[in-house]
């Protein structure tokens, strides 16, 4: 199974993925541009080969825009296309490699959550800053807050 929680699988959306969707109307459902949708596949992101039809036009299937929605997904908080690949290909190649799915997934949570520190104090010197800076205006004195000058002695 593809470990994408599905979403449901009543009406009309349901009726159009049968026959499969289009390239165009995977990429508007799944957020992604139709360039990206053909680059996932030559990279070797994608746990199975897209439907195609006679004519050799690709046809998208639920399964499809799950494992698109998770590539983005992992890709978004940071994954590289390399580890991407080496998921999607554990996940196609069937049970018996969860542990190293697992260890994969542990190691990018990670560096997310490291991410996220990294980010949380950054966010904390801006509310800092933001403080400072409505502090001086009510006081009115906003006029002192420190600039650089130039010296008098560079030229």
Do not use: F
Request: aromatic letters at 6%; charged letters at 30%.
């Amino acid at each position: 199974m593809l470990e994408v929680k599905p979403q449901s699988e009543s009406g009309p959306a349901r009726s159009d993925l049968q026959e499969g969707l289009s390239i165009a109307e995977a990429a508007r459902r799944t957020g992604v541009s139709v360039h990206t949708l053909r680059y996932y596949e030559r990279a070797g992101l994608v746990v199975a080969p897209v439907d195609r039809t006679a004519g050799g036009r690709r046809r998208y299937q639920q399964h499809d825009l799950y494992w698109i929605t998770v590539c983005t997904r992992l890709r978004a908080t940071g994954m590289p296309i390399k580890t991407i690949r080496r998921y999607a290909q554990l996940v196609s190649a069937g049970p018996g490699n969860e542990q190293e799915r697992l260890a994969l997934m542990e190691a990018h949570r990670a560096d997310v959550t490291a991410k996220l520190a990294e980010i949380q104090e950054n966010l904390e010197l801006i509310d800092y800053k933001i403080g400072v800076y409505r502090g001086r205006l009510a006081a009115g004195d906003a006029d002192q807050l420190w600039a650089p000058s130039r010296r008098a002695d560079a030229r």
